[in-house]
């Protein structure tokens, strides 16, 4: 087990060097194993929702399963991705550090990648349980080591995490375009292997970059080692018994033992993510012995928690039901080639590169002004353009059949309205967790905030199941108005919200 024996001042060497950019070269590492994580990810996801509800005959067989189910499934391993980041990131500080927890998990992440690649259900489900396990330790505990890397803090931190956030944004886009070409033209478990090979260079670039993290990531713990085999005993016989507890009740909804449907599953899994929030916030408002500003703040950040769960609900469609439409109701002729369905979930990474620079200038710029939109009305915006987003594919969908397929620009401009919506909320809303959270509790926020994207990809799997049942134009109408009603009750609501956060910019 290794552990912290040197300070950061003591490593000035390879930390301290400007060989990235001006920045630490241990950030050229992190950024790399984020992008071949995320090119692996996005990749893999944007095949899964169209391999599972591909027919299972002809050239290029798939599951055959129904969109409802397909859903589901997509919901309940997207979903269960950002809920497994709490776990990780115990793991991360508690037993392992965060440099071996981010190995692990991409070890871990790769065997997933590799099992779907074997053509059967077992090994697929068993692959997409992997990645689920392997992305919970490494998708945290990257992000916190970069951090580590700069001791200093300050802008430079600040700047450092906007390259590692470009490092994400490039593995989206140029992931799908290689696993869509190879798993929609040829065979789609080509696709899943070609994620799995993308994480091991991800790996490979880690271990050979390791020398340059000096002693971020390693585990810092003042419990000795026979304390912390106990502890890790204990977690571990827990987790496996969960897991066994897992296993069954998924053996029995399968055998039909339990009456109970996967969207039902997926459904039940996010009212009880929201029960066990709206109790963990009424503890730590009544019984955390916060003071009556921090209980505001907190009342504050749970309100910003369902903003952001019903905003991803929406975002998260870009890998189910979007996916679905541009794969079945999308004009992707170009010069008479059949472009992958694929190939256009790399439109909102592209837009990010783009627009990111642009909404940092925009807010500095009304910042000068005094004219800054407040947090509460950021996240309103947010959830006004995606609904908008919503709304022009809606519109353009109305007519739009297998025979009458819709021009690809409909997708384009709904990704960037999506997009729009995403750079007023995600960075606002780390941003003010961070701002907003009690002494001693910035962890577990940031921790909750994971927890509001896993609750709305639950709730984006079981959206995008209704395709089946419903006109696309219909079913985007209905998402259109909830979020849209949400985003004008947020922008009501917005004023009193502010008078909650005190001083908080």
């Given at each position: 087990?290794?552990?912290?024996?040197?300070?950061?001042?003591?490593?000035?060497?390879?930390?301290?060097?400007?060989?990235?950019?001006?920045?630490?070269?241990?950030?050229?590492?992190?950024?790399?194993?984020?992008?071949?994580?995320?090119?692996?990810?996005?990749?893999?996801?944007?095949?899964?929702?169209?391999?599972?509800?591909?027919?299972?005959?002809?050239?290029?067989?798939?599951?055959?399963l129904e969109v409802a189910t397909a859903g589901a499934i997509y919901g309940i391993y997207s979903g269960m991705v950002y809920l497994l980041a709490l776990p990780g990131g115990w793991v991360a500080d508690n037993l392992w550090g965060q440099r071996k927890a981010v190995f692990v998990g991409g070890c871990v992440i790769a065997a997933g990648h590799f099992s779907m690649a074997i053509p059967s259900d077992q090994t697929f489900f068993l692959g997409l349980i992997l990645i689920v396990i392997g992305t919970?330790?490494?998708?945290?505990?990257?992000?916190?080591?970069?951090?580590?890397?700069?001791?200093?803090?300050?802008?430079?931190?600040?700047?450092?995490f906007s390259i590692f956030y470009m490092g994400i944004n490039v593995g989206a886009l140029f992931g799908p375009l290689i696993t869509s070409l190879l798993g929609e033209s040829y065979n789609w478990h080509w696709g899943f292997s070609a994620a799995g090979f993308g994480m091991v260079l991800g790996l490979?670039?880690?271990?050979?970059?390791?020398?340059?993290?000096?002693?971020a990531g390693l585990l810092d713990t003042p419990v000795d080692s026979t304390a912390l085999a106990l502890r890790s005993r204990r977690f571990f016989s827990g987790f496996f018994a969960l897991a066994a507890l897992v296993a069954v009740f998924a053996l029995l909804v399968s055998r039909g033992m339990l009456p109970l449907t996967t969207p039902q599953v997926a459904s039940g899994l996010g009212y009880g993510i929201l029960i066990l929030a709206v109790?963990?916030?009424?503890?730590?408002?009544?019984?955390?012995g916060h003071t009556n500003d921090e209980k505001k703040r907190l009342l504050v950040i749970f309100w910003l928690f369902l903003l952001a769960a019903v905003f991803w609900s929406g975002f998260e469609q870009a890998g189910s039901s979007l996916n679905l439409f541009a794969?079945?109701?999308?004009?992707?002729?170009?010069?008479?080639?059949?472009?992958?369905?694929?190939?256009l979930q790399s439109v909102n990474p592209v837009m990010i590169?783009?627009?990111?620079?642009?909404?940092?200038?925009?807010?500095?710029?009304?910042?000068?002004?005094?004219?800054n939109p407040s947090i509460p009305v950021k996240f309103a915006l947010g959830l006004l353009g995606l609904a908008a987003g919503f709304i022009v594919l809606a519109w353009g969908s109305v007519n739009a059949t297998p025979g009458n397929l819709l021009s690809p620009s409909w997708l384009i401009v709904t990704y960037f309205l999506h997009t729009c919506g995403e750079l007023a909320l995600s960075p606002v809303g780390l941003s003010s967790i961070t701002k907003l959270s009690p002494a001693g509790r910035v962890g577990q926020m940031m921790g909750v905030w994971f927890v509001g994207a896993s609750l709305g990809n639950f709730v984006a799997g079981v959206v995008a199941g209704g395709l089946g049942n419903k006109p696309p134009s219909e079913l985007f109408l209905s998402v259109a108005m909830?979020?849209?009603?949400?985003?004008?009750?947020?922008?009501?609501?917005?004023?009193?919200?502010?008078?909650?956060?005190?001083?908080v910019e």
């Open positions: 087990m290794q552990t912290r024996t040197t300070p950061y001042a003591d490593v000035a060497g390879p930390l301290g060097g400007t060989a990235f950019f001006g920045h630490p070269r241990g950030l050229a590492t992190l950024f790399f194993t984020e992008m071949w994580e995320r090119a692996s990810y996005y990749g893999m996801r944007a095949l899964l929702i169209l391999f599972m509800t591909a027919a299972v005959t002809g050239d290029n067989p798939g599951m055959g919970g330790l490494l998708k945290p505990n990257v992000s916190t080591m970069v951090g580590e890397i700069y001791p200093e803090g300050g802008a430079r931190r600040d700047a450092g490979i670039q880690y271990k050979r970059g390791e020398r340059y993290l000096g002693t109790l963990y916030f009424a503890y730590l408002i009544l019984f955390g794969a079945e109701l999308t004009d992707r002729s170009v010069f008479g080639w059949q472009m992958p369905a694929g190939f590169i783009v627009m990111a620079p642009v909404f940092g200038w925009l807010w500095m710029w009304l910042a000068q002004r005094n004219a909830i979020i849209g009603g949400v985003g004008f009750f947020a922008l009501l609501m917005s004023p009193g919200v502010k008078k909650l956060m005190g001083r």
